[in-house]
């Protein structure tokens, strides 16, 4: 596994439960402010999903992931309701649910 990908792994298990962030703030926070397309492709083969919350990352607009690696965005909702985010029309309101990387929990 490279760098880049154990960085994503990191930054992404720290999110905690009932919030999410972004592939943009990943990128930046592993200092690669360019590369959200690398944090998805990260995400898309992470090891471990249950392990790695890659379900509580969505896009700079709140969206799901369309192809969702681990069972399509029905599943992502889902375990993103499940964890007490709110999920209408396959959007996630950022202003809400939002997970900057500031906080270490």
Same mark, same amino acid.
């Given at each position: 596994?490279?760098?880049?990908?154990?960085?994503?792994? #990191?930054?992404?298990?720290?999110?905690?439960?009932?919030? !999410?962030?972004?592939?943009?703030?990943?990128?930046?926070?592993?200092?690669?402010?360019?590369?959200?397309?690398?944090?998805?492709?990260?995400?898309?083969?992470?090891?471990?999903?249950? !392990?790695?919350?890659?379900?509580?990352? !969505?896009?700079? #607009?709140?969206?799901?992931?369309?192809?969702?690696?681990?069972?399509?965005? #029905?599943?992502?909702?889902?375990?993103?309701?499940? #964890?007490?985010?709110?999920?209408?029309?396959?959007?996630?309101?950022?202003?809400?649910?939002?997970?900057?990387?500031?906080?270490?929990?």
């Amino acid at each position: 596994m490279s760098n880049f990908y154990e960085a994503v792994y #990191e930054v992404v298990s720290r999110v905690p439960k009932g919030k !999410v962030t972004t592939y943009g703030m990943i990128a930046r926070a592993i200092g690669h402010p360019k590369a959200s397309r690398q944090v998805g492709n990260a995400l898309h083969r992470n090891p471990t999903p249950v !392990v790695i919350p890659c379900h509580r990352v !969505v896009n700079r #607009e709140g969206r799901l992931a369309p192809a969702f690696a681990f069972g399509g965005m #029905e599943i992502q909702a889902a375990l993103l309701r499940a #964890e007490g985010v709110e999920v209408e029309d396959g959007r996630v309101d950022l202003q809400k649910y939002f997970w900057d990387g500031a906080s270490r929990t």
